[in-house]
């Protein structure tokens, strides 16, 4: 269970991204599919892409890692590598696959990126604050 609770949100996401922007025809990109409108009280409509759920997701799991990156567990050192090797695969994919090489994946990529830099420094900070000298 504990192991469950290690895997980075971001791999989600990079799931959810190549599934959704590898398919369907290549000239037709499915991340500018509308998924809801709404009406704002001043009367300006609100579009939401599938492209905008992605940033939103991205900002919000960026979220949660933080408190996720709290923990002083052996646990976290296997989170934080694999946060490392989920930014890795998503930094090769949107320089290598021209169907990833959009502004949705590139943010996405920096928020993974975000999350690794993020979970580093705040597991040293809290193991710092962790450590007693003396007797």
Do not use: C, W
Not at 36 to 64: K, M, Q
Not at 102 to 115: K, R
């Amino acid at each position: 269970m504990r192991l469950i609770l290690s895997i980075p949100l971001f791999l989600y996401v990079l799931i959810a991204a190549n599934v959704i922007m590898m398919s369907g025809p290549v000239d037709q990109s499915l991340i500018n599919v509308i998924l809801f409108e709404f009406l704002l009280p001043s009367g300006r409509a609100i579009i939401l892409t599938v492209s905008d759920a992605f940033i939103l997701a991205s900002i919000f799991f960026l979220y949660i890692e933080t408190f996720k990156a709290t923990r002083t567990s052996n646990i976290s050192i296997i989170d934080h590598a694999l946060s490392l090797l989920v930014f890795v695969v998503f930094l090769i994919e949107f320089l290598v696959v021209p169907r990833l090489g959009n502004t949705t994946f590139l943010i996405a990529t920096v928020a993974s990126l975000m999350d690794v830099v993020l979970g580093f420094t705040v597991t040293i900070s809290t193991a710092k604050r962790d450590v007693t000298f003396g007797g």
